[in-house]
């Protein structure tokens, strides 16, 4: 076999001896080599052009995982007892008749496909000036802390701790962390029993709905809000009511009263960025206490806000239990580790963690082992006091850039929060920006799908700035600015269509 062709085509982002075990594994289930012996280290690497170390860690790792076996003087071969455990031949899907697909259409009761949602770019780190809301610029991600974290957490001594089934507790270790160094930030002060971990913010939301709602339910939701939870709501079949803001975020008064629940986003309202001052927030628990409903407090980006003395949460506010607190580490470490956590009564708490048994347990045991040991060692209050004042900085060149480049819009901005909410001048409609915009390589987002009246404006977007590089901050919202003028030079003769 030593004048074998095996090609690798090596992918950036990933390793040399990763993508070479990869292939050879691959071979060898195929039964490439036969009883023949691999080529040489050295014949591999002249192959592959790699260097001869790469291949020899390659092929030692294999002969320890028993896919080969080594002869002295001979070389390596495929371990013949891989043969004992050969999957039989895939048998041959059989022919459907011609009216043999069910109609799925007539059969589900909910059809998740037609919400009207926000649309996230699942490409969007290919994009010049990425003013998305809710990533993170990949080079920020503390990954030399979390890789020693992930190595703790994987040796032998403590792998127990994480390869058992919790079955329906959590990571005493982790709740311990967001009880002692998480929670009190925000004033909090929370017993183990009244802490839930959560895959994230949403899926606390979709916990509350099915435990909390029914189609006698009447749950208030901000409008403009976060369209996931008006859909979650709406699937469990509760009857909502889409509560009008002003310049304090959610209006008391008569459009509360007759609500079960009020979700409710006041340390940055989602869209607008604005936040709830002080006596809006004490009128609102008075009015909970008054009218028997209860508060959903979604603080979803505190950890990371770097305004010098943010408000109270409404959690730490409450004297009667009267309000659910949803936090999470997506903004402040990562969307994709999908944690989050509710802070209730511990009644409440009981429930939900029966009811989150029935549908997964609980959130990956490694995920929460690594984050516990990460913000035990002091690596995540690290990691916010870097990205505050990183965030800091990327605020005020956005600040400074809209101002100069988009004069012909209206922006809201908070400081401290993590997007800017912005009006199109009329006759523009941000759907045309979005796709124009697109053709550029500026993302934006389209603010259509946060608003829930069918009547709603058709000319806001969404800037966020997180995944954006410093450095593209001022020229991206220069080339914006400009495309709003052209548009609007042009508009609405021109049809800007990108498909």
């Known amino acids: 076999m030593t004048d074998c062709l095996i090609n690798v085509e090596f992918q950036s982002g990933r390793s040399f001896q990763q993508q070479i075990r990869e292939k050879l594994v691959d071979l060898i289930k195929k039964d490439y080599f036969g009883e023949s012996h691999l080529p040489s280290s050295r014949k591999m690497a002249q192959l592959l052009g790699v260097s001869r170390n790469t291949v020899m860690l390659v092929y030692e790792g294999l002969v320890d995982e028993r896919f080969l076996i080594s002869k002295e003087r001979s070389g390596y071969f495929v371990n013949p007892e891989l043969s004992e455990n050969t999957l039989p031949e895939t048998v041959q899907a059989p022919q459907k008749t011609q009216n043999s697909d069910l109609n799925w259409s007539e059969r589900v009761k909910k059809t998740p496909s037609s919400f009207n949602t926000l649309h996230k770019d699942k490409n969007w780190i290919t994009y010049s000036y990425p003013f998305i809301y809710g990533q993170i610029e990949p080079t920020h991600f503390p990954l030399y802390q979390w890789r020693e974290c992930t190595r703790i957490a994987q040796s032998r001594g403590n792998v127990h701790e994480w390869i058992e089934d919790y079955v329906d507790v959590d990571s005493k270790e982790l709740i311990s962390q967001i009880r002692q160094n998480i929670l009190p930030k925000r004033g909090i002060t929370a017993n183990a029993d009244q802490i839930l971990l959560t895959m994230g913010t949403q899926n606390s939301f979709s916990l509350l709905a099915g435990l909390l709602t029914n189609e006698d339910t009447l749950v208030g939701l901000e409008d403009p809000g976060y369209p996931d939870q008006r859909h979650i709501f709406n699937a469990a079949r509760s009857k909502l009511t889409f509560l009008e803001l002003d310049d304090k975020g959610v209006v008391t008064g008569p459009q509360l009263s007759d609500c079960h629940y009020v979700c409710v986003t006041p340390s940055h309202q989602y869209p607008t960025t604005v936040t709830m001052p002080l006596e809006r927030r004490i009128e609102l628990l008075a009015q909970a ?208 269509a990108t498909n």
């Open 289 to 496: 206490s008054k009218d028997d409903f209860i508060i959903v407090e979604d603080d979803y980006e505190s950890e990371v806000n770097f305004h010098e003395r943010p408000l109270p949460s409404l959690k730490s506010m409450d004297t009667e239990g009267r309000v659910i607190y949803a936090g999470s580490l997506s903004k402040s470490l990562s969307p994709g580790l999908r944690l989050g956590y509710l802070v209730a009564d511990a009644g409440l708490i009981k429930e939900l963690r029966e009811l989150r048994r029935l549908q997964y347990r609980h959130p990956p045991a490694n995920n929460q082992t690594v984050a516990a040991l990460f913000i035990s060692q002091g690596y995540y209050d690290s990691h916010l006091r870097r990205m505050k004042i990183l965030y800091e900085t990327k605020w005020n060149l956005m600040s400074e850039g809209l101002k100069k480049h988009l004069k012909q819009c209206q922006v809201t901005e908070t400081q401290g929060s993590f997007c800017f909410w912005i009006k199109l001048p009329k006759p523009l409609k941000s759907a045309d920006l979005v796709r124009f915009a697109s053709n550029y390589s500026i993302l934006v987002e389209s603010g259509d799908s946060l608003f829930a009246q069918p009547s709603s404006p058709q000319n806001y977007i969404r800037l966020g700035f997180a995944a954006i590089p410093e450095d593209k901050i001022e020229k991206g919202l220069e080339v914006l600015g400009g495309l709003i003028s052209q548009l609007l030079k042009e508009y609405p003769q021109k049809v800007y």
